[in-house]
């Protein structure tokens, strides 16, 4: 028998219309992750100057949101606006971001929307709020770094934040500042991963805060969330490549100057 003023029909009526308004919500943030409008792509500069030093950049890469991503060399030797020949890092300091967006451009041959400047001293605060970091180690790290002595050993790492930071500073190896970009494109990917990751999904607002207060970006935080979910959802698996070219002293300077034919096909595969 049924009970009085209970009617089936009327609840599945209203599990139906619940269940249209999720899918609905749901399309439309599919739409709006995957529709092409906004910023395609985005400068990320990190900035690693201490106390009494200038501001410089000295990570320079250039992400899509589909994934992909481009480190520069910061001792490229570019045409920076307005200034001249110069290493690229060069354009951050007489011209913060914007200048630095621009002479990217130039190089790339593509439209940049937006940057992001991470202080990678914040990387121990991300890393901690994330619960730590699984990277690949390629070789032992032994480094101290402001006063504190970090061993590394190689292989398939859990890095808390310390030790994170202790790995995208390190610059011991021979390859020096060009194996100190394959552990920051190593790390933006595991990080990108660890994000994607459903078991971190409570830990994702904490992370998010601890990002926003280590940078500054021209993106507002609907924005850069959609970027970075964006980025994010490939689950770390990004098309990562440095520009491409060979080290150089010129008139006793150190360069890195950029094979631009094999640039453009550089550019092509990753960011374009």
């Given at each position: 028998m049924a009970t009085k003023g209970y009617r089936p029909e009327r609840r599945g009526s209203f599990l139906r219309g619940v269940f249209l308004v999720l899918l609905a919500l749901f399309v439309l943030l599919?739409?709006?992750?995957?529709?092409?409008?906004?910023?395609?792509?985005?400068?990320?500069?990190?900035?690693?100057?201490?106390?009494?030093?200038?501001?410089?950049?000295?990570t320079i890469m250039v992400a899509n949101a589909d994934g992909g991503l481009l480190a520069v060399p910061r001792d490229t030797l570019v045409e920076i606006p307005g200034v001249g020949e110069d290493k690229i890092n060069a354009a951050f300091a007489n011209g913060g971001p914007p200048l630095a967006v621009e002479t990217l451009e130039g190089l790339t041959g593509l439209p940049i929307d937006n940057?992001?400047?991470?202080?990678?001293?914040?990387?121990?605060?991300?890393?901690d709020a994330l619960g730590g970091i699984t990277v690949n180690v390629e070789e032992p790290i032994e480094t101290e770094q402001d006063g504190e002595?970090?061993?590394i050993p190689a292989g398939t790492q859990?890095?808390?934040g310390a030790e994170a930071l202790a790995y995208v500073r390190y610059r011991g190896d021979p390859t020096a500042d060009?194996?100190?970009?394959?552990?920051?494109?190593?790390?933006?990917?595991?990080?990108a991963r660890e994000v994607a990751s459903p078991g971190n999904l409570p830990r994702v607002p904490a992370t998010a805060r601890a990002v926003w207060r280590n940078a500054e970006t021209n993106m507002n935080p609907l924005e850069a969330a959609r970027f970075a979910i964006r980025f994010a959802l490939p689950g770390g698996d990004a098309r990562a490549e440095i520009y491409p070219g060979t080290p150089q002293y010129i008139n006793g300077i150190s360069y890195w100057v950029p094979d631009t034919a094999v640039g453009q096909r550089v550019v092509e595969q990753t960011i374009e």
């Open positions: 599919l739409l709006y992750l995957f529709l092409p409008f906004g910023g395609e792509r985005a400068v990320l500069l990190g900035s690693d100057a201490r106390a009494g030093e200038g501001s410089r950049s000295d940057y992001a400047v991470l202080n990678f001293g914040g990387t121990r605060e991300i890393v002595y970090f061993s859990e890095l808390n060009i194996g100190r970009i394959g552990r920051q494109q190593r790390f933006l990917s595991a990080l």
